[in-house]
């Protein structure tokens, strides 16, 4: 039994890095292309505007380069994000938006937006916990950001449906991943930044933040919230490693990243890579997601229904934004 078709797109692109304007123009013309592919739903990577900051693995302290970065980040309320809000609207797609936010305090939060066919911000948050080294530029997100599952209404004989998006590793993390569930997803966008193979047995890198272990974490996700997962991903090609290297050491020593994919309700992978998975090809990934497939999984596991146990577990929330400044009687407490 087929029904209604959700036809979506999934980025796998490199950024023009530390360049605002120049990935701001790389997403517009990304999201027109997604449209005449006949996508109602984009997704891009985590932290694509303006790049994610990679050198941060191997030389965390570069106060010039974070300069660059904070001023290339993208603020919430201003032109260019109204210029993405003006294409998604223009082409009537669904865009999932990762992006480095800057302040007016020149603070940085890993963010992501969802922004509805009609142009509107229907959804902002931040990473929870920003991973390792990226709390040497990136700070904390509060209870707000557990708001992360909204209706779209995408029209038609498709309607309303609950997107919902998380970044990276926090698909590491059992409650916040359970909480999402809770919030009964039918999509749900994994933002990942480059991402390489692993190197093996031996390899003293973690199986975890390879390209075979974040797509593991989003079909473990698709498996267990019974929501179709777009794994999105970027790409780091020789320009970013020629803009990003610098004699303080090495971004990436080698192209690649890019392995987006879509995974169904059951876990399984719908479409096909890139090239044998070549990491370097740019370009997007469409898939038709029948949504009869996440009634059909969710008859067996809902583990937030009929096969959870509330009476003996259960997860409690704050979801209140937590202030610097807290205003009682009149004078200004910290």
Request: with cysteine; hydrophobic share 35%; aromatic share 8%.
């Amino acid at each position: 039994m087929s029904g209604p078709t959700l036809r979506v797109a999934v980025t796998q692109a490199e950024p023009a890095w530390l360049d605002l304007q120049g990935s701001v123009q790389k997403t517009l013309a990304l999201i027109a292309e997604a449209a005449q592919g006949g996508a109602k739903l984009v997704a891009f990577p985590e932290c694509w505007v303006t790049g994610y900051p990679g050198w941060i693995w191997t030389r965390p302290v570069d106060p010039a380069l974070n300069t660059r970065y904070i001023l290339n980040s993208l603020v919430v309320e201003s032109p260019e994000m109204e210029q993405i809000k003006s294409a998604a609207k223009e082409h009537g797609v669904c865009v999932a938006l990762g992006f480095s936010e800057r302040t007016e305090t020149n603070s940085l939060y890993i963010a992501q937006t969802l922004i509805s066919p009609q142009g509107e911000i229907v959804m902002k948050r931040r990473k929870l916990k920003p991973t390792h080294m990226e709390r040497t530029i990136f700070g904390d997100g509060s209870g707000s950001d557990l708001d992360n599952v909204v209706p779209i209404d995408f029209g038609g004989d498709i309607g309303k449906l609950k997107v919902g998006t998380l970044a990276c590793w926090e698909h590491t993390q059992p409650l916040l991943k359970y909480h999402t569930y809770s919030q009964a997803e039918t999509v749900h966008i994994s933002m990942w930044p480059p991402i390489d193979p692993h190197g093996g047995v031996e390899s003293p890198g973690l199986y975890g933040m390879s390209a075979e272990g974040c797509l593991n974490l989003s079909q473990i996700y698709a498996m267990e919230g019974g929501s179709f997962v777009l794994h999105c991903t970027g790409v780091c090609n020789e320009k970013g490693i020629s803009t990003l290297n610098t004699p303080g050491g090495l971004l990436f020593q080698t192209p690649g990243g890019g392995h987006s994919a879509v995974v169904g309700p059951d876990g399984r992978r719908l479409t096909e890579p890139f090239k044998e998975d070549d990491p370097t090809v740019e370009g997007i990934v469409y898939a038709d997601l029948d949504l009869t497939r996440r009634v059909t999984n969710g008859a067996f596991l809902d583990v937030v229904g009929h096969y959870s146990r509330p009476d003996l577990l259960w997860l409690g929330v704050d979801k209140q934004q937590k202030q610097c400044v807290v205003v009682k009687d009149g004078v200004q407490k910290p």
